[in-house]
């Protein structure tokens, strides 16, 4: 019905960078917000930043400064460019949105099956 596909994990020294995508498909009506979450090993998934339709951004205090979320609301994607990658920044990537159904009144929660990013020298 709806499938949010994540693209652009993988292994990084630190200091390094990484592109995460994530990619909307389905029976989309229209999109509201889009995030990216993320898991490490042992630790509660958290929310590590947020992007409304209009472009509105929120970031976790651990990545401001280092992560770029923005969003092709044409191409119904969603991307996190992170930089200045650190250890403590390894853990799995999942993409998050808001999606009306076409043909529902509903808003729901849809989620990709996420990404590995790794940071290690």
């Known amino acids: 019905q709806v499938q949010l596909v994540e693209s652009g994990g993988g292994l990084v020294q630190p200091g390094g960078s990484l592109r995460l995508s994530c990619a909307a498909s389905?029976?989309?009506?229209?999109?509201?917000?889009m995030g990216w979450y993320r898991q490490a090993p042992g630790k509660q998934r958290e929310l590590v930043a947020a992007?409304?339709?209009?472009?509105?951004?929120n970031y976790a205090d651990s990545v401001k400064g280092r992560f770029t979320i923005s969003r092709d609301n044409a191409k119904k994607m969603v991307y996190l460019q992170m930089n200045m990658l650190q250890s403590a920044d390894t853990a799995v990537y999942s993409c998050n949105a808001d999606i009306k159904v076409l043909y529902s009144s509903q808003v729901r929660d849809f989620w990709g099956q996420g990404t590995q990013v790794t940071v290690s020298s």
């Open positions: 389905g029976i989309i009506f229209s999109i509201d917000a």
């Open positions: 992007i409304s339709r209009s472009g509105n951004t």
